[in-house]
């Protein structure tokens, strides 16, 4: 088989790309290893910054966006029992975050794709990249039993942390910049109707907690806890018990109770790595690096890299210009490092860390109150949380 861009992986970098390209004429094929009932399905992200809301609306796939997401103006912090609202679009020129689940923006993408006619193979196994410094990149993998090759003229690497096209690179080319967090989140989503409009981020001497939500009937809760916590120790009762103490302020909010429909506990680290391209393979989205949750910002990032990569294909197949798949790394490292510094300062100013004395305890507590009366303060946390120039 042969294609103009072999794409690997059916998450949202992925997902993107392939919708981008084909707007712009390029054909791509789209290659998964999981079903699509299984990527149509997983939870995770919830927050999109407005660029990403803006680039869905203006490529066709933001009808059902526009109709179900939640346009949230505001976000609150809470400690020492007090909410603080920083008023987000009022710092930013009327942008705003919207919270839609990041399986809806995959479900919507599949369906675009479809709709198009675009491959999308699911299902794949021991998928491998090979001549990555040749004009003519390959994509092994099986498929019931069959060996299957498909030549391109650029590979994207868009398979996520666990993925294998980082790891094709040889030895010595890529280098990794890492910081792994001595906790993890906790999280549930429960059938409960958001007691709050707005997200609330809440620091607490028990440990961070977060509360958000899906829909007007669906709350999604974080609790901070170790990275080998065992879900076991954790039923219904206790998870409540502990929301209910960290998130609790003088005003008598609580979160709103219901049944817990999911529960699991994700890792938090910061990692980036250096460049974002081999020859003909790039990377995009997770692949490349990973945030800590605690700024939202993992998707949307993967949304900002593939853009610069679609644009940096178009010129190539328009007009023959190389110079921005040449830049292509560059031109991402520079936002993605502000993110990660962002999502590293919003991790280190919300959370409990091991072996933490009053000292820093009170530089947290400084800090929050700074961030929530200072308008400079407020309106550098509103640029980066609604999110910075996707390009
Ligand atoms: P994905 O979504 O991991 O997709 C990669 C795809 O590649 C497939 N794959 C392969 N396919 C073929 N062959 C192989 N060898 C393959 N290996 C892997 C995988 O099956 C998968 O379908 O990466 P992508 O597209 O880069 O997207 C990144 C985002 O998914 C991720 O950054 C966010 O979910 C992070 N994140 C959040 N981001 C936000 O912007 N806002 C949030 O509020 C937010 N909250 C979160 C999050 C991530 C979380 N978890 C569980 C990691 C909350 C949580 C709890
Ligand atoms: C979520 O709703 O899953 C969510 C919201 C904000 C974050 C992280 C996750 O910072």
């Known amino acids: ?21 084909h707007l712009a004429g390029i054909e791509s094929v789209i ?24 680039l869905m609306i203006e490529t066709g796939v933001g009808e059902r966006l526009s109709r179900e997401g ?7 912090f809470s400690f020492e029992g007090r909410r603080h609202r920083i008023h987000l679009s009022e710092l930013t020129d009327g942008r705003a975050i919207t919270v839609y689940a990041q399986q809806e923006v995959v479900k919507d993408l599949v369906q675009a794709r479809i709709g198009a006619g675009e491959p999308i193979v699911f299902g794949v196994e021991d998928l491998s990249v090979h001549d990555l410094d040749s004009p003519l990149p390959k994509i092994r993998y099986r498929m019931d039993d069959v060996e299957q090759e498909i030549t391109c003229d650029f590979i994207a690497g868009c398979d996520g942390f666990h993925g294998v096209c980082r790891g094709s690179a040889p030895e010595g080319v890529i280098t990794a910049y890492e910081r792994v967090y001595p906790f ?6 429960a059938e409960a109707a958001p007691t709050s409009e707005e997200l609330i981020y809440t620091y ?4 961070f907690s977060l509360f958000s939500m899906r829909s007007p009937q669906i709350t999604r809760l974080y609790l901070q806890c170790t990275p080998d916590e065992d879900l076991a120790q954790w039923p219904d009762d206790r998870i409540w018990e502990e929301l209910f103490r960290r998130t609790r302020t003088e005003d008598g909010w609580t979160p709103g109770v219901g049944p817990v429909i999911q529960k699991g506990v994700t890792g938090m680290r910061s990692f980036v790595i250096e460049p974002m391209q081999y020859g003909r393979l790039f990377l ?6 990973i945030v800590p949750p605690t700024g939202a910002k993992g998707l ?5 890299d593939v853009l610069v990569l679609s644009r940096a294909v178009e010129a190539f197949y328009k007009s023959g210009r190389k110079d921005l798949l040449d830049e292509y790394s560059a031109q991402c490292l520079s ?4 993110v990660q510094r962002f999502s590293w300062w919003m991790t280190s100013m919300l959370h409990l860390f091991p072996g933490s004395d009053g000292f820093d305890h009170r530089r947290q507590l400084a800090e929050l109150d700074y961030i929530t009366s200072s308008r400079a303060a407020m309106t550098s946390l509103a640029e980066n949380y609604v999110g910075l120039p996707l390009d």
């Not at 990527?39 to 910054?49: K, M, P, Q, S, T």
């Open 300 to 304: 949307n990032l993967a949304i900002s």
């Open 335 to 338: 936002r993605i490092w502000k």
């Open 70 to 76: 939640l346009r949230h103006d505001g976000v609150w």
């Open 284 to 289: 995009a989205g997770d692949a490349a690096h």
């Open 184 to 189: 993890a989140w906790l999280g549930i989503l």
């Open 204 to 207: 607490h001497p028990r440990g």
């Open 31 to 54: 290659l998964e290893c999981r079903s699509r009932q299984y990527i149509e399905d997983r939870v995770r992200a919830g927050v999109l910054e407005q660029g990403t809301v803006d």
């Open 1 to 21: 088989m042969r294609t103009q861009v072999g794409i690997v992986g059916a998450g949202p970098a992925g997902l993107m790309l392939s919708h981008l390209l």
